[in-house]
């Protein structure tokens, strides 16, 4: 249960809150507070979301008589007989010389790209994939890392109704073609390598390798990115691919509303990854209210944020452009030289947003930056994260060191949905720890084991009405099963999202983990979120991990791992003080039997930690079977879990009622 509310961190000016596009929307559909207004849209859905395509002045090309017709789930209806282009809203009503985003790298040097450029590149794009016969509904695929080229490349397929899909040129042979050969592609386009870490990545193997996977592929084309000079067998190159003697001019074609705009995917740790398929009207319709009214973002404004085309979050920052906000684009290692390359980026860019994971807040923390006192932020506004709950700590430093009247929001959703189902709102105070609230749109509600619903109590994060961005299908899932056994078993016709959640009295809220990760000891249950903010809020750990490893005929076996400050040991005193933050923070419950300190916690390439795939490990699931190692961030950090298996094995068998490994 909540106890008191934490302290306001921050909390906007009457001329601020009258500054946002929030307000204007609020007002002029008569709401004084945000909590009249979001029970206005989930209560009344089909209103909210015309209200929002009225708001934003929607150009359709067929202008539906329903937004919503049907509000079953999973099946819902959304705007029939509706056809849109979502390229089309991108581009519209800009100033052709204005600057439309910025880009760096650790291979090129800070740039910009006018709008006009933009759609000149987009537009010769669109010219080469028509020659090549592609139509609406044929697949191009991209192994791009965040470059303009994969901006101009993504536009000039919703332009023409092909449908995108793209992973970092980060990601192994395998995970990329679990990934795009699921899709049958007609068009591949790669770079031949990349930089990371001040480490060139030569990946034209790899290329290869896709093209003999891929069948379905009419041409394969390679950006000589990594150095100007290569080529591939079986690849054109892409000024040769785009060079026509001709300067086409962009033109859209409008679509159906729920035509696929992109697929993207599960992070296929534990199998198979879903492949999620978006349509272009839902997206368009989420992005203009999420881009548009909770993250603020408005013709002038700059936003960066820190991805690899390979998450959800890069086609997110691409809905910024719908709002005429710049993008600021940066490919490679926000560690290097050192964790200033990204705040520094912010300043040169003059960015007003700046977006990042709340481990690369945590880590900015405790390396004891100080990005205010070393770099010009004076164009910032606010500051964004999300992949993992923020700790409180976390949210004291960024208004430590990096502005005292910035606007601080985490955010939490999903690559199902695209968006945020819970986060910023920029006419409402920042608790400390906390996600300010529920965004517009979204039904989100924290409920128990038999459906009830919990206000300041820790349940099963659920969205009990429908979303337009919510899956239009799963690719190769005709019959929808794979849809209903990944979001509606638990609670029929209602989508459980595999978080759990707590809304608070005050209607904001705090995410404890994922629910399939739950650490239960002695019937007690809790998210494993409540247990890292007590180990990292120790300053000598820099990250961690939580399990709870079921032993047949004794108690579960719960091990803590952690990743110390350089110089750091883990000695007994140190242990005993994580004991005691636990015992403190959370429970005498869930104080761990083990304390192991490790080099790394393993994560997804999306930086999300390998909760589950090490539970299993440890319980004895063969490695490969647990965890894909194509589709992790650091394949090497899985060794260490994957030998304390083994030890464990071999002590029980050498122990009998060992409680586990030593």
């Known amino acids: 249960m909540s106890a008191a509310a934490p302290p306001v961190l921050w909390e906007p000016s009457p001329e601020r809150i009258e500054q946002t596009m929030l307000w204007r929307f609020l007002q002029g559909h008569g709401f004084s507070s945000y909590d009249a207004a979001w029970r206005w849209s989930v209560a009344e859905p089909e209103a909210f979301w015309t209200a929002v395509s009225d708001f934003f002045a929607v150009g359709w090309d067929v202008r539906p008589d329903r937004f919503l017709a049907d509000a079953r789930m999973p099946g819902a209806v959304w705007c029939p007989g509706g056809r849109v282009s979502y390229a089309e809203h991108v581009f519209r009503d800009r100033d052709p010389d204005a600057v439309a985003l910025h880009h760096a790298s650790e291979l090129r040097e800070l740039g910009v790209m006018s709008w006009a450029q933009l759609a000149a590149l987009s537009a010769r794009i669109a010219a080469a994939l028509r020659r090549e016969g592609v139509v609406p509904g044929d697949r191009v695929v991209a192994y791009l890392p965040n470059i303009p080229e994969a901006v101009a490349a993504l536009l000039a397929c919703a332009s023409i109704g092909a449908i995108w899909s793209s992973c970092s040129p980060d990601f192994g042979v395998s995970s990329v073609v679990d990934r795009f050969a699921q899709i049958e592609p007609t068009v591949l386009l790669a770079v031949d390598g990349y930089r990371y870490g001040g480490e060139d990545f030569d990946r034209r193997d790899v290329v290869t390798e896709l093209q003999d996977a891929m069948p379905t592929l009419r041409r394969s084309v390679l950006l000589a990115y990594l150095d100007a000079d290569a080529t591939l067998a079986g690849t054109v190159g892409w000024d040769a691919w785009l060079a026509d003697g001709e300067s086409p001019t962009l033109s859209f074609t409008p679509l159906a509303f729920d035509h696929p705009l992109w697929v993207l995917y599960s992070s296929g740790t534990t199998g198979l990854p879903k492949a999620i398929v ?98 010009d932020l004076t164009a910032l506004r606010a500051v964004g994260s999300t992949g993992s709950p923020l700790s409180p700590e976390s949210f004291e430093w960024v208004y430590d060191e990096v502005g005292s009247d910035l606007w601080l929001y985490s955010t939490s959703g999903g690559t199902d949905v695209c968006t945020a189902f819970v986060g910023g709102v920029p006419i409402l105070p920042v608790h ?19 459906g009830r619903e919990l206000v ?8 009990t009405q429908p979303m337009p961005s919510m899956p239009v299908f799963f690719w190769n899932d005709p019959s929808g099963r794979r849809l209903r056994e990944s979001y509606f078993e638990m609670y029929p016709g209602v989508w459980r999202h595999g978080d759990w959640i707590e809304i608070t009295p005050r209607g904001s809220a705090v995410i404890h983990g994922r629910s399939d990760a739950t650490i239960n000891r002695g019937g007690i249950r809790m998210g494993t979120a409540e247990i890292y903010r007590a180990v990292l809020a120790v300053d000598a750990v820099v990250d961690a991990l939580v399990v709870d490893v079921p032993r047949e005929g004794t108690e579960a076996w719960m091990p803590l791992f952690v990743v110390l400050r350089p110089g750091v040991a883990l000695d007994d005193g140190l242990v005993e003080q994580l004991r005691a933050a636990i015992r403190s923070a959370c429970s005498p419950r869930h104080v761990p039997d083990q304390v192991i300190a490790v080099a790394e916690v393993p994560r997804t390439l999306s930086g999300k930690v390998l909760e589950v795939p090490v539970k299993r490990i440890l319980m004895g699931v063969a490695p490969e079977q647990a965890a894909a190692r194509d589709a992790l961030a650091n394949p090497a950090a899985l060794e260490p879990f994957v030998a304390l298996a083994r030890a464990g094995r071999a002590s029980r068998r050498s122990r009998s009622g060992s409680r586990g490994p030593s």
């Not at 209210?289 to 002038?300: C, E, M, S, T, V």
Request: charged content about 20%; hydrophobic content about 45%.
């Open 432 to 450: 400390r720890g906390e996600l300010q609230a529920r965004a517009l749109g979204c039904a989100v509600a924290a409920w128990d084991e038999d």
């Open 456 to 463: 300041g109590g820790v349940g099963e994060l659920v969205i």
């Open 278 to 375: 978006h349509g272009q009207g839902g997206i368009l319709l989420e992005q203009l209210k999420q881009l548009g009214l909770h993250a603020d973002a408005r013709p002038g404004d700059r936003m960066l944020w820190f991805t690899t085309t390979g998450w959800m979050m890069w086609n997110f920052l691409i809905g910024a452009m719908l709002t005429g906000a710049e993008i600021v684009l940066y490919d490679g290692s926000p560690g290097t030289p050192d964790l200033n390359v990204l705040w520094e980026l912010a300043a040169r860019t003059r960015a007003t947003t700046f977006g990042t994971s709340a481990a690369f807040l945590g880590s900015c923390r405790k390396a004891g930056l100080t990005p205010a006192a070393d770099h």
